[in-house]
């Protein structure tokens, strides 16, 4: 029987009814939308706990609901990502209290409006395009878990999967905007959390010995493998390996410094509080969300368990050698009660959603302010439905391209799992777009160069470019070069074996978000000022 038969009607009524039920809730909250500042700020309105509550249900989203549990399950995971969270909850506390401060003094939309009031209109454009090249590589991500999910569960092909999810998300984004998206995220929220609960709870209570037999062999070294998969803390200094604590503290702080403050991801749900001090606590409080992340490795150590002392099928078993990521949607549709299953399917999709509507509503902005300031273009008499058809339109383009590109993403990340695929994909603009930001912070101080900028996300981009191994992965698809040429080149920053065709960094790429953000601003910086 294969893995998706398990998915009964009922199920899909669930799953249908889940979404209609969002989709109302949605449409009630979405209020007035009469004008941009209603479509992409909610009115500056928006109580605090509800932004809080967006903030954490679009950094877990689909991306930790399912990737997070595969990467525990497989044979060398365990908790150590856990210590990233560490670096996340300092960042935090330092937008609340340095970012948020600096963008409530002005009337703006996004944090590259702040820089284009500092630093002219030429950094404006290119931190916007900083972002959205960001965006599309780190959202395309969460349209492939989502489509991983949907595979599941009906066995389409993946590029069907992935139109169907960036179909719904432009619906739920045209529908009524930032208000709109927070509120559903808040739904997904607290969907996610109650899932996540009764998941672990219902995964041990399957295993013979519960709990016991769930500590014994979690955490057992042989096992489980590399140390036992509650192993939490990793004081390793070998600069290839990422979940260790030095880069929790000295790497991390850097990407959540970017995601949580200069990101228009995050950032637009800021602006969307009633007042800095609203804001300050909306950011945050949003660590309570670290919770979240802490259960779902719980899940995938259990899920470990449970197919140690249950041997998968022969169908399970084909799905998890294509990716780990399989494990969890692939308990939750052959383990779970009828109709239950559809609900936790449907929280993940749903999730999935919400999160690629935020992105379509946040590129929407900022594209649209590429061209028109709306602050100016209203005082100057235009039209204001005439700004919101054409921001509706960019959401509808937007969703097309992010949808492309995500088909384009599955036919290259191989085995590679969704967590570290997603960190990997934005750690080419981290680094530059944080580092611009902190330009415009200084300008007081000392004004960077335009030009120095440029050069400096330039040059970013492609340093990061040679630790990966996205590049040479898309150079080897397309014939233009081979794994042994490549071992050929030692000068690389890369280790190649011929042998098994593997090609592996020997730096890891969270050591590149601190790297090129300083890089980005000592060029900026340095860099002469025309006067």
């Not at 509650?230 to 390793?236: A, V, Y």
């Not at 070998?238 to 979940?243: A, E, I, L, N, T």
């Not at 039209?383 to 590109?405: K, M, T």
Request: proline share 3%.
């Amino acid at each position: 029987m294969e893995v998706h038969e398990h998915f009964t009607r009922i199920d899909w009524i669930v799953v249908f009814g889940y979404l209609a039920l969002t989709t109302w809730v949605g449409h009630i909250m979405r209020g007035k939308q009469s004008t941009i500042k209603d479509f992409f700020l909610g009115g500056r309105s928006i109580p605090w706990q509800a932004v809080s509550g967006s903030i954490i249900a679009t950094e877990i989203s689909g991306v930790t609901f399912i990737g997070v549990p595969g990467m525990v399950f497989a044979l060398t995971g365990n908790f150590t990502y856990l210590q990233w969270a560490l670096g996340s909850v300092i960042a935090r506390v330092l937008v609340g209290y340095f970012f948020v401060k600096v963008y409530y003094e002005q009337e703006i939309y996004s944090p590259y409006d702040y820089m284009g009031n500092r630093l002219g209109v030429s950094v404006k454009r290119l931190a916007t395009i900083i972002f959205s090249i960001g965006s599309i590589l780190g959202q395309s991500v969460r349209v492939l878990v989502a489509a991983l999910a949907l595979k599941v569960v009906t066995g389409w092909e993946f590029y069907q999967c992935i139109w169907v999810i960036g179909a719904f998300a432009i619906v739920w984004t045209l529908m009524g905007g930032m208000r709109t998206v927070i509120w559903t995220d808040v739904m997904q929220f607290a969907l996610f959390t109650l899932g996540g609960i009764m998941a672990l709870f219902w995964i041990v209570s399957q295993i013979d010995g519960g709990w016991a037999t769930f500590k014994e062999i979690g955490g057992n070294v042989q096992e489980a493998g590399n140390y036992g998969k509650f192993t939490l803390i990793d004081l390793t200094t070998d600069p290839d390996v990422g979940f260790t604590l030095w880069v929790a503290i000295l790497a991390v702080p850097f990407l959540n410094l970017n995601s949580f403050g200069v990101d228009q991801l995050n950032a637009q749900r800021m602006f969307c509080c009633k007042s800095a001090q609203e804001a300050r606590k909306a950011i945050i409080w949003s660590s309570i969300g670290q919770f979240l992340t802490l259960l779902m490795l719980l899940v995938g150590a259990a899920l470990f368990v449970h197919y140690s002392v249950n041997e998968p099928s022969l169908a399970e078993q084909a799905l998890f050698n294509q990716s780990k990521d399989y494990v969890f949607p692939t308990w939750i549709t052959t383990t779970l009660p009828v109709g239950l299953r559809g609900l936790i399917i449907a929280a993940i999709f749903a999730a999935a959603i919400s999160s690629l509507d935020s992105i379509l509503a946040a590129l929407s902005q900022t594209t649209l302010a590429l061209f028109i300031d709306p602050s100016l273009a209203v005082k100057n008499g235009k039209d204001p439905a005439f700004l919101l058809r054409v921001s509706r339109y960019l959401v509808v383009i937007w969703g097309i391209i992010l949808s492309f590109c995500a088909i384009g993403l599955d036919e290259l990340r191989g085995n590679i799992n969704m967590v570290d695929l997603a960190f990997g994909m934005i750690a080419y603009t981290t680094g530059p777009l944080l580092g611009l930001f902190l330009a415009a912070l200084l300008a007081n101080r000392r004004r960077s160069s335009a030009r120095g900028l440029l050069i400096g996300c330039i040059i970013s981009i492609f340093m990061v470019l040679l630790v990966r191994t996205d590049i040479y992965n898309i150079l080897i698809n397309l014939s233009w070069t081979s794994v042994e040429k490549l071992f050929e080149y030692n000068w690389l920053p890369i280790e190649v074996e011929v042998t098994s065709s593997k090609i592996s960094p020997i730096i890891h790429y969270a050591w590149m978000w601190p790297v090129t953000c300083l890089i980005t601003l000592g060029a900026g910086l340095l860099s002469p000022v025309k006067k």
